[in-house]
């Protein structure tokens, strides 16, 4: 590596009470898959944000080819031929994919030639893709296209992809990566940011680092362990969730048939979902974003009633009662939006804990709230799961999503559910207090809780879970033992190809 | 009954004019919230574009430049809208309602001299020709030029959101205030421009009340026309071709329980009155349950850059 594409250093950016990034440094190479590795909250974005000019550093320079690089605005860095995929991408799902794309352009073409130019470019990267389609039509990866081709349409020297497989099956994945390595081959530069670590050791030739907004340390993936890696993370080593032996008791909750038909254009209908779940067991449902793990969670916890017979609850159909009815008798659900559905973003950690855990706790005896029980309560799990916030009086809002999340799991857990449904456990959350979490649910499920887990984290579901079963445009697979599945078999009932692979 | 007494000529010919005050309203206030604000204040910047228009016209005794007297107030109004929302992140609802409250008392308060006093007018148009066509001419062709500017108006709303680069922008905004700014447009900028349009159209629809349709000043004279406007945006599900239809359907039962109480119709004449504002409310229902409506993702929602 002779001239660096892109050097940084001595970048610092603080905010008040926080510094996001202090002195951080590295350089990425000519034709390099650089990765960035951090927990939740250790500047990766903050970082990315100052390359692509949306956040001026307070100190530090970057070159970019030999010369000064100072964006000021996400325009200047396209112009140099800095290009951003987002985490959660920048797509206007009212607009078609042809408007999306011209959106990020700095001079688009006329339309019709903007949407040959989206063909071309989707063929050439073998990422097919329909100029006219409306994005809200189009699944998570198709989405993800828009955002590549977007970028690529503007011949960019380097691609900044902020976690750009945390949506997409193994299938998806593969084909991301062709892509990738092909824009290599060509000499564009990656900067990759992921928190999977396994990915990072087979595409990218360099990592760097992040923790606590300082640069502590730079590796070559394919030479270095994930735990190593993960361990530089942390700085600190952190446990494992205990391997898994429990026994199962009796089929605590029955899903047989159950259809349930979409909730608006652009939701997923419930088609004939059948499956049980013992006490004592850890379900794992795996899919692809959108594919029905939504609505499955609002039909076992109440929130959309089912129709008559087709959930059971040790054996007492609970297909037409409502979410605090079936909260009483012992099935609770902790849901995936952390703001404005699982918290209430303006109120205070207290009046959430109450909000959930009123009946169960005993919170408000006679209808009357006892303030005093449910503070404590909210400092219970706020203790125990090592929530990190100044105090229980503050509004959920305040708190960061990695946070927030722990008190959400937290809350629910604490209660002693007989049945626990849970979308999404560790999303956003950091690597060690994700293992924290996950070791919560091993726990209860061993207390003989009956534990139902979707998640878009398949690392996480093979980790935990007994049993796995993977929804497909609302089809649910048969659920099959996690010791019996490799990859390619998740994969194929991800696809819901599953009878191929039996 | 006698509906013979009600000629069809004139009966279309005044749909146009009651129905070109709401018409440029609407498609304002339709371009605001396909920049995803809420302003809730057509109302009182109508009202304040009458009296402020009417007060000029009679001053100089140019209709004209009323208009744009009465455009530049409801500009101004809406500024203070915009400042209150886009800068100070209040609550678009409430200040929308402050400002409907504002411009009425405003208005009045401007208004007090200028009651019982004829303003001149905006003259017909006679196009040579044109205007002579035997009934067409007299039906659509013999209107004052703020009836075709108010059409014209609607297509050029339409094609710039449909065609040009900054419509395109514009409902971006509307449709993720927090994406259009990760690509780098500025969402505040756009807004509040959107929102000066807007204010600026209402300004128009009222001057045109105050100014041609009824033509003198008195207080309170819009009579929930904003309201109305407002409730055609939804009606028209934010395209700008239905906004005109909306707003002609609504001038046309305005005009139409007008003839039919002149023709003497065996109905109450409160319900008569109350028609087009019982009629709209069917249509919103209507429109509502079938669930399509097409509003813009971010409509009433604060932005802020601040991650």
């Known amino acids: 590596m002779e001239q660096p594409l892109l050097s940084l250093s001595g970048l610092t950016k603080a905010y008040p009470g926080v510094v996001a990034n202090d002195d951080v440094g590295f350089h990425i190479g000519t034709g390099e898959i650089h990765a960035l590795l951090g927990e939740n909250g250790a500047g990766k974005s903050t ?149 999977k670590l396994e990915e990072i050791r087979a595409l990218c030739d360099n990592a760097t680092i992040l923790r606590g907004g300082k640069n502590v340390g730079t590796c070559i993936p394919a030479e270095t362990t994930a735990r190593e890696m993960a361990e530089m993370m942390v700085g600190s080593s952190f446990a494992t969730p205990a391997a898994h032996n429990r026994a199962m008791g009796d089929v605590a909750l029955q899903v047989s048939n159950l259809s349930l038909p979409a909730m608006d254009d652009f939701g997923t209908p419930l088609r004939e979902v059948t499956l049980s779940l013992r006490k004592g067991e850890v379900l794992g449902i795996g899919g692809v974003a959108g594919n029905g793990q939504d609505e499955l969670l609002l039909a076992l916890s109440g929130e959309r009633l089912a129709p008559a017979g087709s959930i ?30 699982a918290a209430a973003p303006d109120m205070s950690l207290i009046e959430n804990a109450l909000l959930t855990g009123a009946d169960r706790q005993n919170l408000s005896p006679k209808k009357i ?113 996690v010791s019996d599945l490799d990859m390619e078999q998740i994969g194929l009932m991800m696809g819901g190809m599953e009878g191929a692979a039996a | 009954m006698d509906l013979s007494s009600i000629n069809p000529i004139l009966l279309v010919a005044s749909i146009m004019v009651s129905a070109t005050p709401i018409l440029l309203a609407a498609i304002g206030e339709m371009v605001v919230e396909k920049a995803g604000v809420l302003n809730l204040g057509v109302e009182g910047m109508m009202i304040t574009g009458a009296v402020v228009g009417f007060a000029i016209a009679v001053n100089t005794g140019t209709p004209g430049l ?154 309170g004279m819009t009579a929930g026309a904003g309201w109305i406007a407002l409730a055609i945006v939804v009606f028209a599900s934010w395209r700008a071709g239905r906004v005109a239809v909306g707003a002609y359907l609504f001038g046309g039962i305005t005009v139409l329980q007008l003839n039919l109480q002149a023709a003497g119709a065996q109905v109450p004449v409160a319900l008569l009155s109350a028609s087009p504002y019982l009629i709209t409310i069917l249509v919103l229902v209507i429109i509502s349950a079938k669930g399509a409506h097409g509003a813009p993702a971010a409509l009433g929602r604060a932005f802020h850059a601040s991650n």
């Open chain 1, 47 to 195: 970082l990315v944000k100052m390359i692509y000019g949306l956040v001026k550093p307070d100190r530090g320079e970057m070159v970019l080819n030999g010369s000064p690089f100072a964006p000021t605005k996400p325009s200047m860095a396209r112009k140099s031929g800095v290009a951003m995929v987002f985490q959660h991408f920048s797509l206007f799902e009212a607009l078609n994919v042809a408007e999306n794309v011209a959106l990020g352009m700095e001079t688009p073409p006329p339309m019709r030639d903007l949407a040959k130019q989206i063909r071309d470019v989707s063929e050439k990267y073998g990422l097919p893709l329909d100029p006219d389609r409306t994005v809200g039509t189009l699944s998570v990866g198709e989405r993800q296209r828009v955002e590549i081709i977007r970028c690529l349409l503007q011949n960019p020297k380097l691609l900044i992809m902020d976690e750009p497989t945390s949506v997409l099956t193994p299938q998806e994945v593969e084909v991301l990566f062709k892509t990738l390595n092909q824009l290599r081959a060509e000499g564009r530069s990656i900067l990759y940011i992921s928190h």
């Open chain 1, 312 to 341: 059971a609850m040790n054996g007492q159909d609970i297909s037409r009662i409502g979410t605090l009815a079936r909260r009483k008798m012992g099935l609770l659900a902790a849901p995936e939006e952390r703001l404005g559905h």
């Open chain 1, 369 to 481: 709230v006892n303030w005093r029980k449910a503070r404590h309560f909210a400092e219970d799990v706020i203790r125990k799961f090592d929530v990190r916030t100044p105090g229980a009086h503050v509004a959920a809002r305040a708190l960061s999503g990695g946070n927030l999340q722990k008190f959400v799991v937290g809350r629910e857990v604490l209660q002693n559910p007989d049945i626990l449904i849970i979308n999404q456990p560790t999303w956003g959350v950091d690597a060690a207090a994700a293992a924290a979490i996950r070791q919560a649910l091993l726990d209860l499920a061993a207390n003989g809780a009956a534990i139902l887990v979707i998640s878009q984290d398949l690392d996480e579901l093979l980790e935990i879970s007994d049993n796995f079963a993977a929804l497909n445009e609302g089809r649910l697979s048969a659920a099959r033992k």
């Open chain 2, 66 to 219: 009323g208009f744009v007297a009465a455009a530049c107030a409801g500009a101004v109004l809406s500024l203070t809208f915009a400042f209150l929302t886009q800068y100070l992140l209040s609550n678009q609802v409430a200040t929308g309602l402050g400002l409907t409250l504002v411009g009425l008392g405003l208005s009045s308060l401007i208004g007090k001299p200028y009651e019982g006093i004829k303003s001149p007018t905006l003259p017909k148009l006679d196009i040579p020709i044109l205007s002579d066509i035997p009934v067409i001419g007299p039906m659509l062709l013999s209107h004052d030029i703020m009836v075709y500017f108010s059409l014209a108006l609607v297509a050029a709303v339409w094609a710039f959101l449909k065609y040009t680069r900054a419509g395109l922008i514009l409902r971006a905004v509307g449709e993720s205030a927090d994406s259009a700014h990760a690509l780098g447009y500025k969402v505040v900028n756009v807004r509040v421009m959107a929102i000066m349009f807007g204010g600026a159209c209402a300004g128009l629809g009222g001057a045109y009340l105050s100014l041609v349709r009824v033509p003198q000043w008195t207080e």
